[in-house]
């Protein structure tokens, strides 16, 4: 299996190279040109990422494409940079005719199947009014995902803390299906990786929390 990797510069992107060499699959992370990143177990490709021929290159011949790309400093820039850069992952993925995309959201975005659910509705409030341009880019991501028309599911994630993972799980939409408040970043690798071969969430947008905390 082949799989392309972007946001996986990141504290999540480390279980997603561990998991995805775990599983034996050839591994290409996408390296924003500034990046200090190097692995010698996977296949770097550097750059910008609205650079089209090398997002071509990226996803060439991959069986899936995950995104941990998103906002994470206070100071996220305006303009919406992760959704042109998802966008452009997208018209990249059609034009190599790659399918699978499981990319990470959170909460923030909201599911029309969603009901209500203060531990999201809450922070979603917060961002929404103090956090403008990553509100807006939060959501232009989800938006573009979902009218990607390929086989996309977007994984909305609590609080990410770096503990082991403990494959016990909340999963589904917020307001319907208890939710804690955190996640291990390692169950977050693991659940992703499982979506490529599972059709359950294809076309779906669960919320996935750890069950104990
Ligand atoms: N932390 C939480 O509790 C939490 C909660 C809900 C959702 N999330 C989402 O979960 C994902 C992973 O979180 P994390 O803690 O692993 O994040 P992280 O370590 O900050 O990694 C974020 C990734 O996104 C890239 N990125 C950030 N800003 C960018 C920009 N303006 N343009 C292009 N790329 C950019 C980073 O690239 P560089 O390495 O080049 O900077 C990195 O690869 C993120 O999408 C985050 O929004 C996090």
Redesign the pocket.
């Known amino acids: 299996m082949n799989v392309a990797l972007f ?7 480390r279980y997603l190279i561990d998991e995805a060499l775990r599983r034996g699959f050839d591994v290409t992370v996408f ?2 040109s ?2 200090s ?1 190097t692995n010698s177990r996977v296949r770097v490709v550097r750059g910008d ?1 609205t650079d089209h021929a090398l997002l071509r290159e990226a996803v060439r011949s991959s069986d899936a494409v995950i995104s ?6 206070l100071q ?2 305006k303009g919406r ?2 959704t042109r ?1 998802t966008e452009a992952i997208i018209s990249a993925m059609k034009q190599e005719n790659v399918q699978r995309l499981i990319a ?3 909460g923030t975005a909201a599911d029309s199947g969603d009901g209500f659910d203060w531990k999201i509705r809450l922070p979603a409030l917060l961002i929404r009014y103090v956090m403008r341009s990553t509100n807006d880019d939060i959501q232009g991501v989800a938006q573009a995902v979902r009218a990607s028309e390929l086989e996309w599911t977007t994984v909305r ?4 803390k770096n503990r082991p993972e403990s494959r016990n799980l909340n999963v589904g939409l917020y307001g319907h299906t208890r939710h804690s408040w955190t996640v291990s ?1 390692e169950d977050v690798a693991t659940f992703m990786f499982d979506q490529i071969s599972r059709g359950e969430f294809v076309h779906q947008a669960p919320g996935i929390s750890s069950r104990e905390l």
């Open positions: 946001g996986a510069t990141g504290k999540t992107g390296a924003r500034g990046s990143f990422l941990a790309l998103g906002p994470t400093s996220h820039p940079p992760i850069a990470v959201s959170t994630v609590a609080f990410l970043r």
